[in-house]
C-alpha cells in the first residue's frame, strides 16, 4: 500500500511550512507553485510573533529568521500632528513581549521568510514551480490535481495553500456544485474589502531607530511603519473606501493611481519633521493593493481541505495574518499526523472528521483576530468622532496593564506541533493550551440564551408581582431584629447590604485588564442605571453582560487577568468610609435612609477611582512583567473577598435568615403580610444564585478546577442556606481567582 501522501497546492508561507511539518513527522508530499520562482518577488514585509515564531523554532528556522531580521523593541503612537500619544512614545514593547511570550516581534522581508522554509526542505525535489492549478480530479480514494502543463499529481488529499485568489476554492465550488446544483458553500462573498493600502519600502529616515513601530493617526486613514534589518523602512498607508465583497472586490491598482493616492496625502505629517510624501519620494518599491478580509464558513469539501489567506484573511495591521497560518498549518500538520500512525489509511470519513474539527477549532479563533484587526483599523483611521475621542483621549491614558490584552490576546492561538520538541526560545509565561490544565472555548449560544432567560426570570417575576399581582408579598422573617429596627427597615438594610456584595464584585471585575474599552471596565455605569431604574434591572444587566463578555474564547486564557492591587487594597477602607454614614442613619433615624443608601452606592466606585489615582504607584502596584503573567492580585483579590463576608454575615444571619425568606417565597400564596422590599430582596437573591450557578459551572466548562462539581454542589447548599447568595457569591469569587490562576500555571508532569 502506497503510503499517505498529500497535494500542497501553494509555495506560501503556510504552504511551504507544512511542507516543513509535514516532512519532520514523515507524511509525504508534492508542493505545487504557480510562480516560475518559489520566492517570487511579491508583498513587503512579514511581522512574525510569538504564536507563529514558536512554530518555526519547533522547525528549526528561528535562528535563520534572526539572520534576516529585525526586532522591534519600541513602539510609537501619533495624531497626525507630529504629536504622540502619552505613553506612547518609546514605548518598550520588546521588553514586554520577550518575557511574556518569550519573543518579540520579527520583521523581515516575506519573500525571505518563504525562502528561509524552503531552504530548510530536506528534500527539494518535491517542490515543483510551474505548475499552475486547472482542475482537480476527485476519487474515492484520493485526488488528482491536473496543471497548466498537463502534469497529474496524485495524492491522498489537497491543501490550498495558494491564497486569497485561490484556485483550489474554485475548484471546491465546482465540485460541490455537481453534487448539488445550486451549491454556493464556497464562494468568496465571506470576504470584504473596506480599505486599500500602498506598501512602500525605502530607507529608514535618520531621526528614527533602526528598531521601532510607529502608527499614525488621520480621519479616513492612518499609517504603519516598521524598521527591517540594514535601515530598511517599510511604511503603508491605508484608506479607506467604500466597501465591496466577494468577486466585486478589487484585485490590484494602476502605478497611477498609486502615485496619484501618494500625492493627495503627500503632506500627512508622519513623525516630526517627516512627511508621508518625504518617504514616498525616496521609495524603492511601492504597491497599492485592496486590504481583503474575511473567513470561510467552510474550509474543506471532502478531500480537499484549506489553510491560511485562502481560508481566513485579516487585516495586516494587527501583523498577525502571518502567523494564523502557521498555526492553522500546525494544527492540520498535528491532526494529519495523529490519523496517519497506523497501518491503514484514513478514509474520506475520518478525514472528514478531522477537516471538521480543524474548522471548527480554527474558525472562532480567526474570526477573533479578524475582528480585532477590524476593530483596531476603525480606531486608527477615526471612523467616528467617539472613536477618535477614544484615540486619543482615552487609550493614552488608560493604565499599562489594560493596554497589555491588546498584546496578549491574539496569541490565544499559540500552538506548538505535538510530534516536535517544545521551541527552546519559548517561556513559562503565556503558555501553549496543551501546558495548562484550562481548556478554554467559546460558549454555545444555546447555552448564553438559556442562561440569559434564567437571568431575567427573576427581574420578571418582581414586575409582574407589582404590576399585576394581588398585593400578597413575603412576610418577614419574624426573629427578633437587633438595634430596635423595624420589620421593614431590616429587610431594606438586608437589601442594600446584598447590593454592597454585589457591587463590590462589577468594580473588582471592572478593573480587569481584559475588559479594556469595554461596558464591564464601569461599575459606575451600572450604578446609575440601578439608581434610575431599580437594583434588580441593573444587577441583571450587569449579569448579562458578563455572560456575553465572558463567552468569548480569550476570556479565561490568556486574557490580562491582572487586577490594580491598588484597587483591592483601597476596597476595605472605602467600603467602611462611604457606607458608615448610611448605616448609622438607618441605626439612628426613625425612617429608613434610602436617598443616602442611593449615594453611598453610587460613591463606593467613584471614590475607589479617585483614590487610586491619588495613591502614589509602589512595587506592588506597578504592572510587572511577572504579575500580568501570574496574576499577582490574586492574594490581595482574596483578602478582599473575606473582608467582604464580613457585612455579608452579618446581614443574613442578624437581619434575616435566607433559609426562611426561601421557604416563605415557596409558600407565597399563603402569605397575607404586605413587604415589597422582602418580594425584591428574594427576587434579588434567586438572580445571584442563578449568577452563582452559571459562574460555577463556566469554570469547570473551562476546566478551571480539578474538584468534581457534585463536591461543589454540595458545599455550596449549606453555605447559601446557612449565609445567604451573596455571602456565597462573594466567597466563592476569592476561590475562583485561585483556582482560576493555578489552572493557567503550566502543569506537573504526569498532570492530565
Not at 452 to 460: D, E, G, I, Q, S
Not at 482 to 489: C, I, K, T, V, Y
Not at 638 to 666: E, K, M
Not at 704 to 709: E, F, H, K, M, Y
Request: glycine share 6%; net charge positive; hydrophobic share 40%.
Amino acid at each position: 500500500m502506497a503510503p499517505f501522501k498529500v497535494v500542497i497546492v501553494g509555495g506560501s508561507v503556510s504552504g511551504l511550512a507544512l511542507a516543513n511539518m509535514l516532512e519532520r513527522c514523515d507524511i509525504d508530499y508534492v508542493l505545487l507553485e504557480r510562480y516560475e520562482a518559489i520566492a517570487p518577488d511579491l508583498g513587503a514585509c512579514l511581522g512574525l510573533q510569538a504564536n507563529g515564531l514558536r512554530i518555526m523554532d519547533q522547525l528549526d528556522c528561528y535562528q535563520e529568521l534572526l539572520k534576516i531580521s529585525c526586532p522591534t523593541n519600541y513602539y510609537d503612537v501619533y495624531d497626525g500632528t507630529g504629536q504622540g500619544l502619552n505613553r506612547f512614545i518609546n514605548w518598550p514593547l520588546g521588553a514586554w513581549q520577550t518575557p511574556l511570550l518569550g519573543y518579540k516581534l520579527q520583521i523581515q522581508d516575506r519573500k525571505q521568510v518563504i525562502s528561509v522554509l524552503h531552504d530548510n526542505l530536506r528534500d527539494k525535489s518535491k517542490v515543483h514551480t510551474s505548475q499552475g492549478v486547472v482542475k482537480i480530479h476527485p476519487s474515492e480514494n484520493g485526488v488528482k490535481v491536473e496543471t497548466v502543463d498537463g502534469s497529474m499529481f496524485e495524492g491522498d488529499i489537497v491543501v490550498g495553500a495558494d491564497g486569497i485568489h485561490s484556485r483550489v476554492l474554485d475548484e471546491m465550488q465546482r465540485l460541490a456544485e455537481i453534487d448539488m446544483p445550486g451549491s454556493k458553500h464556497f464562494t468568496r462573498d465571506e470576504f470584504e474589502c473596506t480599505y486599500r493600502c500602498i506598501f512602500c519600502i525605502g530607507s529608514t529616515p535618520e531621526s528614527l531607530r533602526e528598531d521601532e513601530a510607529i502608527k499614525v493617526s488621520y480621519k479616513g486613514r492612518s499609517y504603519l511603519c516598521l524598521s527591517g534589518q540594514n535601515r530598511k523602512f517599510y511604511f503603508c498607508l491605508f484608506q479607506k473606501i467604500e466597501k465591496t465583497r466577494g468577486s466585486s472586490m478589487p484585485r490590484r491598482y494602476t502605478k497611477e493611481e498609486t502615485d496619484a493616492l501618494a500625492a493627495k496625502y503627500s503632506d500627512d505629517i508622519l513623525v516630526p519633521g517627516v512627511t508621508f510624501g518625504d518617504m514616498y519620494s525616496k521609495k524603492s518599491t511601492a504597491v497599492l493593493l485592496p486590504v481583503q478580509e474575511g473567513l470561510l464558513q467552510k474550509c474543506f469539501y471532502e478531500r480537499i481541505v484549506l489553510v491560511g489567506d485562502s481560508f481566513h484573511k485579516s487585516t495586516p495591521l494587527l501583523g498577525q495574518g502571518g502567523n494564523n497560518c502557521l498555526v492553522s498549518a500546525a494544527f492540520l500538520a498535528n491532526k494529519l499526523h495523529s490519523i496517519t500512525r497506523g497501518d491503514s489509511k484514513p478514509d474520506t470519513t475520518r478525514l472528514r472528521q478531522v477537516f471538521q474539527e480543524y474548522e471548527k477549532t480554527r474558525k472562532p479563533e480567526n474570526s477573533m483576530i479578524i475582528s480585532l484587526g477590524r476593530e483596531a483599523q476603525q480606531m486608527d483611521a477615526q471612523e467616528s468622532q467617539i472613536l477618535k475621542f477614544i484615540y486619543t483621549k482615552i487609550v493614552p491614558r488608560l493604565p499599562l496593564v489594560n493596554l497589555l490584552d491588546s498584546i496578549i490576546q491574539p496569541h490565544t492561538s499559540i500552538l506548538l506541533l505535538d510530534y516536535l520538541p517544545p521551541p527552546p526560545s519559548s517561556c513559562d509565561m503565556i503558555l501553549s493550551q496543551k501546558e495548562v490544565r484550562i481548556k478554554p472555548g467559546i460558549r454555545s449560544s444555546t447555552s448564553n440564551t438559556v442562561w440569559a432567560v434564567l437571568f431575567l426570570l427573576p427581574m420578571l417575576i418582581y414586575n409582574g408581582s407589582v404590576w399585576y399581582g394581588d398585593g400578597k408579598v413575603l412576610p418577614t422573617s419574624g426573629n427578633k431584629l437587633p438595634f430596635q429596627l423595624s420589620s421593614e427597615a431590616a429587610e431594606r438594610l438586608y437589601f442594600h447590604t446584598a447590593v454592597t456584595g454585589i457591587l463590590s464584585i462589577m468594580m473588582v471585575e471592572s478593573y480587569r485588564g481584559t475588559y479594556t474599552l469595554k461596558i464591564l471596565s464601569s461599575a459606575t455605569i451600572f450604578t446609575l442605571v440601578s439608581f434610575q431604574f431599580g437594583w434588580l434591572i441593573g444587577v441583571t444587566l450587569y449579569f448579562l453582560s458578563f455572560l456575553l463578555e465572558t463567552g468569548r474564547r480569550t476570556f479565561y486564557y490568556p486574557s490580562v487577568r491582572l487586577i490594580d492591587p491598588r484597587v483591592l487594597v483601597l476596597l476595605g477602607p472605602v467600603y467602611v468610609m462611604t457606607y458608615s454614614p448610611s448605616l448609622y442613619c438607618t441605626l439612628t433615624s426613625p425612617s429608613f435612609p434610602s436617598k443616602m443608601w442611593d449615594i453611598s452606592h453610587i460613591a463606593f466606585p467613584i471614590v475607589v477611582y479617585i483614590l487610586r489615582l491619588l495613591t502614589p504607584e509602589s512595587i506592588a502596584a506597578k504592572p510587572t512583567v511577572e504579575m500580568v503573567a501570574r496574576n499577582s492580585h490574586t492574594k490581595y483579590l482574596s483578602l478582599a473577598s473575606y473582608l467582604l463576608l464580613i457585612p455579608q454575615l452579618f446581614s443574613v444571619r442578624l437581619l434575616n435568615g435566607f433559609s426562611h425568606r426561601l421557604f416563605a417565597f415557596f409558600e407565597f400564596n399563603q402569605v397575607t403580610s404586605v413587604s415589597t422590599i422582602s418580594v425584591k430582596s428574594t427576587c434579588l437573591e434567586v438572580i445571584i444564585l442563578v449568577f452563582l450557578a452559571f459562574a460555577l459551572l463556566d469554570l469547570h466548562r473551562v476546566n478551571a478546577t480539578s474538584r468534581p462539581i457534585l463536591v461543589d454542589i454540595l458545599l455550596g447548599i449549606p453555605l447559601i442556606l446557612f449565609a445567604g447568595p451573596v455571602t456565597a457569591l462573594v466567597l466563592f469569587w476569592g476561590i475562583r481567582e485561585i483556582e482560576w490562576n493555578k489552572a493557567c500555571q503550566k502543569k506537573s508532569v504526569g498532570n492530565p
